[in-house]
């Protein structure tokens, strides 16, 4: 109040410029909400937008005689290395590759290994290439390429 006194204000004339002050901040307030909402959503896009991919094939490519008989592939011709059989470790490798439009498999690329266990993808990726032809994907019935993910497994017996 003194300090009104001082430089020649009433208090009426006080009021008046919170109450502007107050009118200003909140104009600030939603221009910044329009100027975040603009940004995050620049003419009606999502800013996750979900793009939809056409199927590569109709029907996933398949190791002759399916799952069970590729387990007993891996069960019948894995070559533990000794120095994981000799450390006692076991799990499993996962791979990435390509089943080719013939059935033969190529670009094997290891995802993730067994900790300490270099062995165990040197093996895996043996084992790939020494599988025997699959039955390869299709798309409108003809057989096409296709990309396939598994995991080798390493058990001690």
Known sequence: MGFNFLLGFNTHLSVEILVLN????IFLFFIFILITKSSFS??????????YEEPKHD?????????TAMMKYFADSIQYPEPERSKGLE???????IVSEEGK????TPINGVPG???FVKESI?????MPSWIPAKKNGKPVEA???LSVPFTLK
């Open 59 to 67: 029907t996933a490519p398949q190791f002759p005689g399916g799952t």
């Open 126 to 130: 043996r084992l790939m290439y020494a």
């Open 91 to 97: 799990g499993g490798v996962y791979l990435k590759f």
């Open 117 to 119: 266990a270099p062995n």
């Open 105 to 108: 498999i190529i670009g094997v």
């Open 42 to 51: 620049q003419s009606g896009e999502n800013p996750l937008p979900f793009v």
């Open 147 to 149: 990309e396939y993910n």
């Open 22 to 25: 107050s009118m200003k901040n």
